[in-house]
């Protein structure tokens, strides 16, 4: 018998135009971000806050006690901006379990009624342990995993451009730094390094 063969460029072309719609669609979302990024700094409170301590950090190193020091005395400030701007990790609420380590997003924990505090806890313990099991409790937690790709980009393009303010910034001394804060692993942190080097050229 022979093989059934067709002419496999109609299926082609189909796909090549919807992938091309799709990376369209992701393009026009960052260039909405390019746009509005950071625009909650000019207003108030932002703007005050950034007055105040923008001239103190550009002279720091980033990572360093002193910039840490900097980053608690702007501590109102910057939990501003993080609830308005969703390219920082600390946007994102997650609960992250002690007993299993399992991180999860606010609309996936579960709330023990029975208590008055209510706390968060943990639905995977939950399940095999009760919902009253003290150990489940969760706690909250900053990372990406509340991110998408967009958010990531737009965050690697900010913490470039920070570098840039910096008198001896680094923007891959910037992504060590940051596995150790944000806690991501090897392999997003070579995509990291693999990305900044492709568009800069580095």
């Known amino acids: 018998m022979g093989e059934n063969r067709s002419d496999s460029t ?3 072309l189909e796909h090549i135009r919807q992938v ?3 990376l369209n669609n992701c393009a026009v979302q960052l260039i909405v971000r390019a746009v509005d990024h950071d625009n909650s700094k000019l207003l108030s409170p932002e703007k005050q806050g950034f007055d ?3 001239y103190r950090l550009k002279d720091v190193t980033y990572g360093s ?9 702007l501590k109102p400030v910057l939990d501003h901006h993080y609830s308005r701007n969703d390219h920082h990790p600390e946007h994102f609420k997650l609960w992250r379990c002690p007993l299993c380590k399992s991180i999860f997003n606010e609309k996936d924990v579960l709330i023990n009624n029975s208590v008055q505090e ?6 995977e313990c ?9 150990e489940c409790w969760l706690s909250p937690y900053i990372g990406l995993k509340g991110m998408t790709l ?3 980009l737009e965050m690697l393009m900010d913490w470039k451009a920070a570098t ?20 991501y692993s090897d392999e997003l942190k070579q995509i990291f390094i693999n990305t900044i080097k492709e568009i800069f050229e580095i």
């Open 10 to 12: 109609q299926e082609t």
């Open 118 to 123: 209510k706390p968060k806890v943990c639905p």
């Open 20 to 22: 091309n719609k799709y």
């Open 65 to 73: 006690e002193e910039y840490k020091g900097l980053l608690k005395e």
């Open 150 to 152: 967009i958010n990531l």
């Open 164 to 183: 840039e303010r910096h008198n001896n910034g680094d923007i891959f001394k910037s992504i060590e730094i940051n596995q150790k804060r944000f806690n």
């Open 52 to 54: 105040r301590f923008n």
């Open 126 to 134: 939950s399940k095999s342990l009760g919902i009253g099991v003290c």
